[in-house]
């Protein structure tokens, strides 16, 4: 079955950090962009950040940008997101998806969607607050 | 960066009625949009990617057109399944902004 299983929502304090994990089965993980999508309480959604199948080619949106980052074990096919100085703007609840926007050196395109399947995790809650 | 926006931000039809969304970039992205539907509690789910194509298992009723700037959702027939918050994404380019959404529910 293909599955993202994310895990590491919790609360925590203001300036504090937490590790976002996100467990991929049922698919080839390393060949594949992934991204995380949070969505704050009552809120729009918000795209946070990409990376690359290789693990290269990481963004950011400026909201976290210096504060945030992306990476991936493909060994482990686990895609990650460590979060540090963390706010309170940052509580929300947090997506890894498959589905991902990505742009080569000639064009962009939605990732993930070979087989068919638009692939999203259930969501992990963090919550900053003191 | 460039700035999405949508209109309206909510709306309340009638089963069966064609239902229309708007989403606006500030400035071109191609044809570089997808539409995202989310219902409570659950996580997004793609309906419509290079601003008209439907993502697989969605229902015809789902249609995309648009290009430049100026793009629209279109429902043609709403269902009480519609039921949902719809969402724009442009890519042409990092950031990949959402629109802020725009809630659907039945009149």
């Keep these: 079955e293909v599955q993202l299983l ?5 609360l925590v304090q203001p300036g504090g950090s937490l590790r976002l994990s996100c ?10 962009a992934m991204s995380w999508v949070r969505q704050a309480p009552g809120k729009g959604l918000e795209w ?11 963004s950011y949106a400026d909201s976290v940008k210096g504060r945030f980052i992306i990476s991936r074990d493909n060994s482990k096919n686990t895609l990650y997101l460590q979060m540090n100085s963390l706010r309170a703007e940052d509580t929300a609840v947090y ?14 395109y939605i990732s993930g969607l070979a087989d068919g399947r638009d692939v999203w995790g259930q969501g992990t809650t963090v919550t900053v607050s003191s | 960066d460039i ?32 539409w995202y539907q989310q219902k409570p509690g659950k ?10 194509t439907l993502q697989s298992g969605v229902p015809s009723r789902f249609s995309g057109s648009g290009s430049g700037t100026d793009f629209t959702l279109t429902i ?10 719809y969402s724009c994404q442009k890519y042409n380019s990092v950031p990949f902004t959402f629109g802020p959404g725009t809630k659907v529910d039945i009149k």
């Design chain 2, 3 to 34: 700035q999405m926006t949508q209109s309206p931000s909510s709306l309340s039809a009638s089963v069966g009625d064609r239902v229309t969304i708007t989403c606006r970039a500030s400035q071109g992205i191609i044809n570089y949009l997808a």
């Design chain 2, 43 to 52: 996580a997004p789910k793609l309906l419509i990617y290079a601003a008209s």
């Design chain 1, 6 to 10: 994310e895990s590491g929502g919790d």
């Design chain 1, 48 to 58: 946070v950040s990409a990376i690359g199948g290789s693990g290269g080619g990481t």
């Design chain 1, 23 to 32: 467990a991929a089965s049922g698919f080839t993980f390393s060949n594949l």
């Design chain 2, 76 to 85: 043609s027939s709403l269902q009480p399944e519609d039921v949902a918050t």
């Design chain 1, 95 to 108: 997506y890894c998806a498959r589905t991902t926007p990505y742009c080569s050196t000639t064009s962009c």
